[in-house]
DNA sequence: ATAGCAGTAGGCCCT
DNA sequence: CTACTGCTAT
């Protein structure tokens, strides 16, 4: 890659794009529509300015995920080459920890600070909770979590908490009026543990720059300009920072926002929408230019036009009309079937046709749901019909028990007071120190204001537990007496073995035991590789291999930033909220269901309304060129059948941008009739009384009682078969391994004769 | 005192 | 369906 920027990199910009690139002095809110080129705006603008002499490292450019700060640096770096990687672009979070380990004297928290992630957060408290003999079922983690979360993005210490009439009368109509105290106790267990949540990693950098201005001055001098993606996503502690870090409201610098008001889906975590429409005012006074990017440059016009007439549903906006010139292309399909299985076999029926017609390939292709537990049943015929896929979210890998026990033996060692780790490990594996042993510890550790681990040195055990302390102890110790001159590999090599947790999952043969050894090796594996190679994520981070580096890298790491090897060409299955930034030939937005999506959480405001909808319009905007949308009548939820009406927002899709009638051999066409239906109900008319049912099994073709299936093992090419659905075919190809024989049967009475079906799955009887 | 089992309550979206 | 509590057997 040349380190020189080539000179026609503008040309490729159309004239607002290429107006908001240039415009690099002064305040600039940048307001993109979906698809119109907001990466390309951003990319471009930082590879301009080095272009126009600033310094790589002057430039802080702010993202909500990591994998869109690679992403951005990656492009930056095919304009300005490996100078990108000297701009400070990354998250929030990681660059705030970065600035915080390097600061972290000033606050009075070590430099090796533990990140504590939702789970240690929420272990907390319940520890909390139980120390204070609290009532847990009035006192609830999660809640109390969200209290303390919200506290901190308002900037409420448990100072002005304790102080503050209002928040103490909402907790006391909950019935926990004591909230307060357990705000006090959890900040300073985490001062006490050297630990920081994600909302720390805010707020403490806040206190950083309010209360010792000589830091401020010195960030303000360092970061000449500042970008902010996703601008609409941030909460009023970022928007302060940022602020901050600009030195509002005296001299602000070259501060740029992007953002898409309609596109803000963070609200529950504090994100206000607030921030982007007060943006231009709060910067009036200084000549602030606003750009507006109104050209789609992703999706068909149908789709556009979809998503300008769901968003019109909304209350308040900045005002854009959102218009691309792709074709009006192929009309939105709505699925509806009978049950969540239905909708997940459907699916995959859909997305093999799909792919024949079209000739798409798996990546091209996209299924998008509200919450991460509706995947399993696309999972489970995705790889019945055979076609790859990867699932994005939920469990993330460093979620995984397995692993995070491991990580929190090396967090212990590079950190021993970390109390969420130390708790963690202490008996596990299973070493004979259990909760009332560990009840002492907490007591000591309370009483003479000492850490766990210390506690655990001194407290008076029984003898056989005692011993067996004192082993951990000394391990624990062994490993961080080296943990500044040894590598990270040989370190967590050594602990694997001595803390028994290797032998532990070796010996397990069950089949989840074995996967849980395959992502304990795995993990060693990655702290091996980045030993080995040069795996740095953190760019800016001294390329060195101590177990505190390889900690920090992976500490806000989620899964989406765990690349996989293998094939890339899958299927992606992800929910709404992870797929913003995204884009695919082919999106499937399902579960499109009232109580579901839109949520019941959200459905009792009209401002969770609002994001909900604009959830959807984020939703629909992935799609380029094919829209599926779907729902089932009822489907299992947390263990119980529940029936739903259709998502209110099937009714705002434009009647003329839906496709009539589906290919579908299942449900000939009644989806646009039920979504005529909920039109209907929404606006108030009664539905005409319409038969419901039967759609999917529609007309058997084989009446059950005369079938009886023949053993898979017999169903070899040539013979003809009798299918309960599909009537009668014949076998014209088998392949596959001995587990997953496939049969490619034609079955000359439907309109798409040739089906592959699993052996293992699929009843067939051979007819003679 | 600890470990394994059965039963029950509470569940989303992300750093 | 999963994470916690409460019980009983070691």
Not at 34 to 41: A, D, I, L, N, Q
Not at 195 to 201: E, K, P, Q, S
Not at 221 to 236: A, G, I, P, R, S
Not at 453 to 481: C, P, W, Y
């Amino acid at each position: 890659m040349p380190d020189q920027i080539p000179a026609d990199y503008l040309d490729g910009l159309n004239d607002i794009q290429r107006a908001a690139v240039t415009t690099t002095e002064g305040p600039v809110l940048v307001v993109a529509g979906p698809g119109s080129g907001k990466t390309r705006v951003l990319t471009f603008r930082i590879a301009h300015l080095i272009e126009k002499g600033a310094a790589p490292w002057e430039i802080l450019a702010l993202t909500f995920t990591n994998k869109a700060a690679r992403e951005m640096k990656e492009r930056i770096s095919k304009v300005v080459g490996k100078r990108a990687g000297n701009i400070w672009a990354g998250t929030f979070h990681s660059l705030f920890a970065r600035i915080l380990r390097v600061e972290a004297k000033h606050i009075g928290y070590p430099s090796n600070f533990t990140i504590y992630d939702t789970d240690d957060t929420k272990s907390l408290i319940g520890q909390i909770i139980r120390e204070l003999s609290l009532d847990k079922t009035v006192y609830q983690t999660n809640a109390i979590k969200n209290r303390i979360s919200s506290a901190k993005s308002s900037l409420i210490t448990p100072k002005l908490y304790e102080r503050n009439e209002e928040l103490l009368a909402q907790d006391k109509q909950a019935n926990m009026p004591l909230v307060y105290k357990i705000y006090a106790a959890y900040v300073n267990r985490c001062k006490k543990a050297g630990a920081m949540d994600f909302d720390d990693l805010l707020f403490r950098l806040y206190e950083l720059l309010q209360n010792h201005p000589e830091v401020a001055g010195k960030y303000r001098q360092k970061f000449k300009y500042v970008l902010v993606d996703e601008f609409q996503d941030t909460n009023t502690l970022q928007y302060a920072i940022v602020k901050k870090l600009v030195q509002y409201p005296d001299s602000p610098r070259n501060i740029c926002v992007v953002g898409d008001d309609a596109q803000s889906i963070y609200a529950f975590r504090g994100a206000t929408i607030q921030n982007i429409l007060d943006f231009e005012q709060d910067f009036s006074q200084f000549d602030i230019q606003t750009f507006k990017l109104e050209q789609n440059y992703r999706s068909t016009e149908n789709i556009v036009a979809t998503a300008n007439a769901v968003i019109g549903h909304n209350r308040r906006q900045i005002q854009k009309k959102i218009w691309s010139d792709k074709g009006l292309g192929e009309k939105i399909t709505v699925l509806r079937e009978m049950d969540d299985t239905g909708e997940g076999r459907r699916v995959a029926d859909t997305i093999l046709e799909q792919k024949n017609r079209h000739h798409l390939a798996n990546e091209d292709i996209a299924i998008l749901y509200r919450t991460n537990a509706q995947s399993r049943i696309f999972e489970e015929y995705l790889r019945r019909f055979n076609i790859a896929y990867r699932v994005y979210g939920g469990m993330s890998f460093y979620q995984r028990k397995e692993v995070k026990d491991m990580v929190a033996y090396l967090r212990l060692v590079v950190n021993p007071n970390d109390e969420e780790a130390f708790r963690r490990v202490i008996n596990n594996p299973k070493r004979g120190i259990g909760n009332t042993s560990v009840g002492k510890m907490i007591t000591l550790a309370g009483q003479q204001q000492i850490t766990l681990f210390e506690a655990s040195k001194h407290v008076a055990l029984a003898k056989r537990t005692r011993h067996q302390a004192d082993g951990f102890i000394h391990m624990i110790e062994q490993a961080r007496a080296k943990v500044d001159t040894t590598d990270a590999y040989e370190i967590a090599d050594t602990i694997a073995k001595k803390s028994g947790l290797l032998d532990l999952h070796r010996g397990d043969t069950s089949i989840e035991g074995m996967g849980r050894l395959e992502n304990f090796q795995s993990l060693l594996d990655g702290i091996k590789s980045f030993v080995e190679e040069d795996t740095v994520i953190d760019t800016e981070t001294l390329p060195d291999k101590t177990l505190a580096t390889y900690l920090q890298n992976i500490a806000l790491l989620t899964d989406f930033d765990t690349k996989n090897a293998e094939s890339t060409d899958v299927v992606t299955l992800m929910s709404v909220h992870a797929a913003k930034g995204l884009e695919y030939k082919s999106v499937f937005v399902v579960g499109l269901e009232e109580k579901l999506f839109p949520s019941w959480m959200s459905m009792d405001t009209l401002d969770g309304m609002d994001e909900e909808r604009r959830l959807f319009y984020v939703a629909i905007t992935r799609a380029e060129q094919f829209l599926t949308l779907s729902y089932a009548n009822t489907r299992y939820r947390y263990g119980k059948m529940v029936m739903n009406e259709p998502s209110r927002f099937l009714a705002e899709v434009p009647a003329e941008a839906i496709v009539s009638t589906t290919h579908s051999r299942r449900s000939q066409g009644h989806e646009y009739d039920r979504v005529q239906e909920q039109r209907a109900r929404v606006s108030g008319v009664t539905p005409p009384v319409r038969s419901r049912g039967t759609a999917r099994f529609a007309k058997p073709k084989v009446d059950p009682a005369n079938f009886t299936p023949s053993p898979a093992a017999e169903i070899v090419e040539g013979v003809r078969i009798l299918h309960l659905k599909f009537g009668e075919g014949r076998v014209t190809k088998i392949d596959g391994g001995a587990a997953n024989r496939i049969a490619t049967i034609h079955f000359s009475d439907l309109p798409q004769p040739e089906k592959r079906i699993m052996l293992k799955f699929a009843k067939l009887q051979i007819l003679p």
